[in-house]
């Protein structure tokens, strides 16, 4: 993977962040991306390059405007190189019922959870294509495989992204480019932290059995995933032993989908 460009959405905390951690050790070129400020961004960019002595640099686009996209992708390709290896991990949330459910945050959803995939995909194909080789991989979720109450715009994104990857697969299946979706469960990421503590203060419990009680409510292993973990499952389908691993969805969950 030494000198591969490498994208990741969202990508300047939490999952995106560890999969950027795992790919510039490797010896990518990382764009990265998020809503840090400019001069942040700009700091992280320099930590990747003092750490692991790649080049990096950061995009504050809006996902949620396709013009943004392109040109995120069209401004990567300037600074560093055709992308090799695009990894769509941005994503957001809103939970209430079907009924009650914003059309706004429904709207935003589906743009940053799937369509900003797709937009992604769509300018940055044809250079793979052209090379015949690239990588794309679908951050999506436990949700794109099952559904839980109250997310009806994240089950649908997120559903749509597994279906998308199975396209974008069978699409290239002769272009030497693979795409497959990754599906986590439980991640420890400080977003998850904020659930559990919120979830502390409701139930009167500590932070351990908050953590415990809200894992294993849904997932049999009462373990969360490590955002490196999802760095180095995303390393290895980049990888020649996973050349004839595309159009998977593949979890790694806990059996939370065993069940």
Partial sequence: MKDKIAL?????????????????????????????????????CEEFRDSYGVRAVFSDADLRDADAIAALVRRTGEALGDIDVLVNNAGIQHTAPAQAFPAAKWNDIIAVNLSSAFHCIHHTLPAMQARGWGRII?????????????????????????????????????????????????????????????YARTRELDYEQARLALITDKQPLPEMTQPASIGQLALFLCSAAAQTMTGAAIPIDGAWTAQ
Wanted: some cysteine.
């Fill in 8 to 44: 990741i959405t969202g990508s300047s905390s939490g999952i995106g962040l560890g999969i950027a951690h795992i790919f510039a050790g490797a010896g990518c070129h990382i764009a990265l991306h998020g809503l840090l400020p400019p001069a942040e961004g700009e700091a992280l």
């Fill in 138 to 198: 679908n951050i999506a979720s436990v949700h794109g495989l099952v559904a839980s109450v109250n997310k009806a715009a994240y089950v649908a994104a997120k559903h749509g992204i597994v279906g998308l990857t199975k396209v974008v697969a069978l699409e290239n299946v002769e272009q030497g480019i693979t795409c497959n979706a990754i599906c986590p469960g439980w991640v420890d990421t400080p977003l998850i932290g904020q659930q559990i503590q919120a």
